[in-house]
């Protein structure tokens, strides 16, 4: 009789385990975003700021911008949060999304061991030092996980005419994982890589590697963001969605870009003045 009571006692807990989040469905988004702005800790400050003022809670899946659009095309997310301008506005165009607003951006920067051994510290031409690295056979490391960040490496490699694919595996390093694991994988090697100013400074395991090339027009970084289109998937959150957009591009969302800070230092410039 215990023994039933006991089954019992848990198959109550378990229904009221699988009723209570159907009840707050109504009050959630799914946004699919960058591991970039996950991992630097910025919807850890913007996104309670947005539940408190409107009750609505966001659900962020971070992956890669690639894999991101992925499942918004797949109408698995109401929202995209990306930062590879070419492939949102490609998003939009074939009809997966409702239009694309500017939110901020910042830039990348190119990071490596001390010891720089292609000698390109300081350097503010990313193409020549991604040149020099590929002539010195330094270690490289690249997300390989078709990221926004992977996307303007790639693009970075297509100007400096170096075929990685023939380097893969050797000083070329493709770890096919996020922004914080390819850091980590760098100071464990020494090597180079690519990043966003964003998780570069919110990083705590920096090791050896330093900032050694920056301020190069071709490093500009800005993220959109997108609904997901209503008209392609009935079931999307349009009203919750593009709620969360319209605080987003606001003066008040602007601000809480605004005040995040590591050690002083902002981490994404907000501009959604410009979609006017």
Same mark, same amino acid.
Request: glycine share 8%; no cysteine; hydrophobic share 40%.
């Given at each position: ?13 378990? *229904? %009221?385990?699988? @009723?209570?989040?159907? =009840?707050? &469905? ?6 699919? $975003?960058? #591991? ?92 020549? *030092? %991604?040149?020099? @690295?590929?002539?010195? =056979?330094? &270690? ?6 078709? $990221?926004? #960040? ?127």
């Amino acid at each position: 009789m215990k023994r039933l009571e006991t089954t019992l006692v848990s198959l109550l807990f378990f *229904a %009221l385990a699988t @009723i209570t989040p159907l =009840k707050a &469905s109504d009050k959630f988004i799914t946004l699919a $975003s960058t #591991t970039s702005t996950q991992d630097s800790g910025f919807f850890s400050h913007i996104l309670p700021l947005f539940e408190q003022k409107t009750g609505i809670q966001v659900r962020v899946v971070a992956v890669g911008t690639g894999q991101a659009i992925r499942i918004a095309q797949n109408g698995d997310a109401d929202v995209l949060l990306v930062h590879h301008k070419p492939s949102e506005l490609n998003f939009v165009e074939r009809g997966y999304g409702v239009r694309r607003f500017d939110v901020m951006y910042n830039d990348f920067v190119i990071v490596g061991d001390k010891s720089d051994p292609a000698q390109i510290s300081g350097m503010r031409d990313a193409v020549g *030092a %991604l040149k020099k @690295i590929a002539q010195t =056979k330094s &270690s490289f490391v690249s997300r390989g996980d078709q $990221s926004g #960040t992977h996307k303007k490496e790639l693009e970075l490699w297509k100007r400096a005419k170096v075929d990685t694919e023939n380097h893969s595996g050797k000083w070329y390093l493709e770890i096919g994982s996020g922004m914080g694991i390819a850091l980590n994988f760098s100071a464990s090697k020494d090597a180079y890589t690519l990043s966003d100013r964003g998780t570069w400074l919110s990083f705590n395991n920096k090791g050896n590697l330093n900032l050694l090339v920056e301020g190069d027009k071709n490093l500009f970084n800005p993220y959109g963001v997108i609904l997901v289109n209503p008209m392609k998937f009935p079931h999307i959150k349009s009203d919750e969605g593009q709620l969360f957009i319209d605080w987003l591009i606001s003066e008040e969302g602007q601000a809480a870009i605004a005040s995040f800070r590591k050690n002083g230092e902002l981490l994404f410039y907000p501009n959604a003045k410009s979609n006017s």
